[in-house]
């Protein structure tokens, strides 16, 4: 390798080794929610919406049913044109729990908005409490974990806290691929600072376990302010901190987790119904970000197989690099030791991050096209005048 080679790979290996020590660094400072001795006092409403979802539930509805520590809580699901029987299995799950009102929409969305948007508008406007828990479909939940994120909501004095849950994989292209979701945020920023901080560039969010403020939801223009968004957890989160609310990002730990795709189709097409929308939606960003990528997670590799002398050892010591900085991502996440397969997929980080960028090429390309869809709905295009109601 000549001079250009040497010196893009000592590059690489340096934003490598920072993202490490970024990590690093969330892995020693980011707060896990945690079992409240003394349980929630004020009324609770849990906002679950969910389209053809009847496999999966039932298994929330029995979280739910189990909670400790939330004496005064409400559960309000949305079956959203479901498909699948979702509203006859949520009622036999419910039973006889008057806690819980199951809805039934028989509507698509109204134009200028997404599915789970306009489905979390309608429930938050049904809900009477002062503290709001969004929670998809898919999530479990063990019985203190509802208890445990509305007390870290009111410790903070925030508007919105993101309990991340663990997220869980079961093929081989999950386990390459789904780890990289916390990693994006785990390797470029300093959580504990980013949570203190009103900027909505900084905000972290994830729409599957989430309590909301219900006055600083208002503030922030709800799910109303982000109907027409493909990310509309991050959106809302952004639309509080606009509006004064501080926002933070907290980790589930054993409290939660979820499968959010299953088998390589689904990731495939999850992934691509959103990932056009990530950099503000900007084609030049997302392109300046993967050839960063590529500089960092690329480069060094290459280098230590072709190069030779100080080029492979840097090349050697950047591609290690990026296997931690992948190792300590998913114990932020976990809060446990990282498993085989966890090791396993660090080691194949180049190629995940190929992966990520071929899904994102492939989003671009289809939104440009038209041709988004998820759950059997096209997607709403980004200049879509938004209606002011759901």
């Known amino acids: 390798m000549g001079a250009l080679g040497r010196y893009l790979t000592w590059a690489g290996t340096g934003v490598a080794a920072l993202a490490a020590s970024t990590a690093a660094y969330n892995l020693a400072t980011v707060r896990t929610v945690t ?11 849990v906002c679950v919406p969910a389209r053809d979802e009847a496999h999966r539930l039932p298994h929330l509805i029995a979280d739910l049913r189990a909670q400790t520590g939330v004496p005064r809580l409400r559960v309000l699901i949305l079956d959203d044109a479901s498909t699948d029987g979702t509203y006859e299995a949520a009622r036999t799950a419910i039973g006889d729990d008057d806690r819980f009102t199951v809805l039934r929409s028989a509507a698509h969305p109204a134009p200028g908005w997404t ?29 203190h974990a509802i208890a445990a994120v509305v007390t870290e909501l009111r410790r903070r004095g925030a508007g919105l806290v993101s309990a991340w849950p663990v997220q869980e994989a079961g093929s081989g292209r999950e386990h390459l691929l789904q780890p990289l979701l916390a990693w994006s945020w785990a390797s470029t920023l300093p959580v504990g600072p980013a949570n203190h901080s009103l900027r909505p560039s900084t905000a972290v969010a994830c729409g599957q376990f989430l309590a909301v403020d219900a006055e600083a939801y208002r503030a922030g223009g709800g799910h109303v302010g982000v109907a027409a968004s ?7 989160a952004r639309a509080l901190r606009r509006a004064g609310h501080r926002t933070a990002l907290v980790m589930a730990g054993p409290a939660a987790r979820t499968r959010m795709y299953i088998g390589a189709t689904g990731l495939a097409d999850g992934y691509t119904r959103w990932l056009w929308s990530a950099y503000g939606g900007r084609l030049d960003t997302g392109a300046a970000v993967g050839v960063l990528a590529v500089l960092a997670y690329w480069v060094p590799p290459l280098a230590a197989v072709f190069g030779r002398g100080r080029t492979r050892r840097a090349g050697l010591l950047g591609y290690l690099a990026a296997v931690v900085s992948r190792i300590l991502a998913r114990a932020t996440e976990t809060r446990q030791a990282p498993a085989r397969t966890d090791l396993i997929s660090a080691l194949a980080h180049p190629v995940a991050v190929g992966g990520y960028l071929t899904l994102w090429a492939r989003s671009h390309r289809r939104h440009r096209a038209g041709r988004l869809r998820w759950k059997q709905r096209p997607l709403v295009a980004p200049d879509d005048a938004v209606v002011r109601h759901a």
Not at 35 to 45: H, K, N
Not at 230 to 236: F, K, N, P, S, V
């Open 35 to 45: 079992r409240q001795a003394s349980g929630v006092i004020e009324p609770v409403t």
């Open 230 to 236: 493909a990310t509309e957890d991050l959106d809302l």
């Open 115 to 143: 599915g789970k948007a306009a489905a979390c508008a309608r429930l938050a406007a049904r809900a009477d409490a002062a503290a709001l828990v969004f929670v998809d479909a898919d999530v479990r939940l063990a019985p």
